[in-house]
Structure formats: structure tokens, C-alpha cells
């Protein structure tokens, strides 16, 4: 059952569908299983440290108006946290977890829940940090490309998330207010940035971690991409 905020039911169903990519339609942890092959012991503690530095350095380039493509900062990440583990990643070793991050897992439920979306007209799209290039190739590798339109990259803001600019390419690409368009992020500093922009937002919470403090929450609370459907 999906928790809520006091005032969630006041909200009509919302027009469209925005996703974060990475973390909420797929499983960024996944490439843990090739890293652990290749560090026995240390596989988890790698993919972990390397999503929180990905993300920092997504932040730092934003603030500073250092605009580094999400690839690049992907691979930078990977780079520093290997050396700060002290793990011997050589280049092959390099590419190899590189190229995991193109055939991310997708969660389960996927599938099912967009189908259910578009069963019910609704259009479903996805709003990602991840370059064009990226987006297209680990869509279609987790065959949910065909699903999904539109496909927003906020490399054409040069900005992250939770920049403005980067929240701002839903609305001009759905031609909708923010308010009218659901934004479904596994992040809960995500689903508070899209709420601080005006979304109706939806924060997937799989760990059962807590509430961030910062005098604001997302419209609901789910634990699956299941509960989207509960707005409709």
C-alpha cells in the first residue's frame, strides 16, 4: 500500500508519465554482479560507491557550469571510486563495467505497468541525466524502448537534475503544466526536486529508507512502479 501526503486524493489524475531512468525503470546496483566476478568481496561496495560519486559529480559540474556529458561523468566515477577502494581496474576492466551500465537490469514490473499506461492512453515518457546515446541503447536493451515517448535527456539544458532547466524540458516537451504531469523517480532528492518544480510526483521507496528533511515531500509514497497505477 502506497503511503500519502495529507493532501494527495485532492489531486485529478494526472495527463502524462514522466520516469527517472536510472534507479527507478533500471537497476543501477546491477552491475554489481560483473564487478563482484571481477572483485570477489568488493562487487557491492564498488557499485554503490560508484552511483553516489556519479551522482556527486552530476551535482558538482551543474553548480559550477562545468557541463561534462553523463557518460563521461559515469566513467570519471568509476575511475576515482576503483582508486579510493584500491581495486586494480585496468582498462579492459574499465570497459567491461562500462559496458554493464548499457544493459542495465529493468525491474520486474516494468513491463507490465507501461503496457497498463498505454492501455489506458496514457502517454509515458521518460525525463533522464543519461545522454541521448545512452537513454536509446539501454532502453531498447531492456526492451522498453517502443513503450516510451517521449525520450528527454537534460543534456540539451546542460544542467542536472535537480536544476530547474532539467525539470523544464517535461512541460515544453508534453506541452502540460508541471502539475498535470506525474514524475516517478526512485530518488527521493529526485521526486523532491520535480516537486519543488510543481510536478505531481511519485517517490518509489524500495529500501524503505526514510523521508529526506527538507520541509517538502513527494505526492505519494510507493514501493513499486505498481503503485503509478494507483493514480488512475
Known amino acids: 500500500m502506497d503511503a500519502r501526503t495529507p493532501s494527495a486524493d485532492r489531486f485529478a489524475p494526472p495527463k502524462a508519465v514522466l520516469f527517472d531512468v536510472y534507479g527507478t525503470l533500471l537497476d543501477v546496483y546491477s552491475v554489481g ?6 572483485f570477489p568481496g568488493a562487487g557491492e561496495r564498488l557499485a554503490r560507491a560508484w552511483r553516489d560519486k556519479q551522482i556527486e559529480y552530476s ?3 551543474s553548480m559550477s557550469g562545468q557541463y561534462r556529458p553523463f557518460w563521461q561523468l559515469t566513467r570519471d566515477a568509476l575511475q576515482v571510486t576503483a582508486q579510493a577502494l584500491r581495486l586494480p581496474l585496468d582498462a579492459a576492466g574499465e570497459d567491461s563495467l562500462m ?6 537490469s529493468a525491474f520486474p514490473e516494468n513491463r507490465a505497468v507501461l503496457l497498463a499506461l498505454a492501455d489506458r492512453g496514457i502517454r509515458t515518457g521518460v525525463l533522464s541525466n543519461g545522454d541521448p546515446e545512452m537513454l536509446e541503447v539501454t532502453l531498447r536493451s531492456a526492451g522498453m524502448v517502443e513503450l516510451i515517448d517521449p525520450i528527454l535527456s537534460v543534456h540539451a539544458t546542460r544542467r542536472y537534475k535537480t536544476d530547474p532547466a532539467a525539470y523544464a524540458l517535461g512541460p515544453d516537451a508534453l506541452g502540460l503544466p508541471a502539475s ?11 521526486a523532491i526536486g520535480a516537486t519543488w518544480y510543481g510536478y505531481t510526483t511519485l517517490w518509489i521507496n524500495r529500501a524503505d529508507a526514510p523521508m529526506e528533511r527538507l520541509g517538502i515531500q513527494p505526492t505519494r509514497v510507493g514501493h513499486s512502479l505498481r503503485d503509478v497505477l494507483e493514480f488512475f
Request: charged share 25%; glycine share 0%; hydrophobic share 40%.
Open 99 to 104: 559496458n554493464e551500465y548499457r544493459h542495465l
Open 59 to 61: 551535482r558538482l559540474v
Open 33 to 38: 554482479l560483473r564487478a563482484e566476478q571481477m
Open 180 to 190: 498535470d504531469i506525474l514524475f516517478v523517480s526512485s530518488n527521493c532528492w529526485d
